[in-house]
């Protein structure tokens, strides 16, 4: 029996959705995401949920705010592990990395927001953690950004910077496309 990837999705909490986040690119994000989500489920494959509760009352991300919870198209079934952050970083205080080592769990398919914040740093923790991690270009989007130097980046342009941090360091970057065609090769089907 061929042991699948887990999928782990970051931070698709409706603050996210909201307008007032700003401008950013991969529109189609959130259909690849429902897919590889559909997929992980008709094959019965492991998926964790992550969700950002922010230490701040003012943050969207708020204990209790509608903007804290899930999208309702990406809501945890029975079942579906579910990890409560406090930092991008959804290794980091989470208990996640054990969790993971208990199952046996070697390999990870990271999707969700943003690409520059949460999935970036969540990446890299599995990617130095030893986990062989895959992060799916065309189901991560990021939001435009000042650069230091005070440089306004596209969304695009944070978007790309940001996998080409991870790609061959941390992580391998694929598209759904290529994920969906390997979990069907992987299960035969």
Request: hydrophobic fraction near 40%; charge should be negative.
């Amino acid at each position: 029996m061929t042991t699948l990837p887990t999928l782990i999705i970051i931070d698709m909490q409706n603050c996210m959705a909201s307008p007032d986040a700003g401008p950013r690119n991969n529109p189609q994000a959130e259909t690849n995401i429902a897919s590889l989500l559909a997929a992980w489920r008709e094959h019965q494959g492991t998926v964790v949920h992550v969700r950002h509760i922010s230490r701040s009352a003012s943050s969207g991300f708020a204990p209790g705010q509608p903007g804290a919870a899930f999208q309702p198209a990406f809501e945890p079934r029975a079942g579906e592990h579910v990890v409560e952050k406090n930092v991008p970083d959804a290794f980091v205080n989470t208990g996640l990395e054990r969790w993971l080592r208990m199952r046996g769990i070697t390999d990870l398919v990271v999707v969700g927001v943003s690409t520059n914040i949460s999935v970036e740093d969540s990446a890299r923790s599995a990617g130095n953690l030893g986990f062989r991690t895959t992060v799916v270009a065309d189901a991560t989007f990021a939001f435009a950004k000042r650069d230091h130097a005070g440089a306004q980046r596209t969304a695009r342009e944070v978007h790309a910077m940001s996998l080409a941090n991870l790609d061959g360091e941390y992580a391998t970057v694929a598209d759904t496309g290529d994920v969906l065609a390997g979990l069907e090769h992987a299960t035969g089907r």
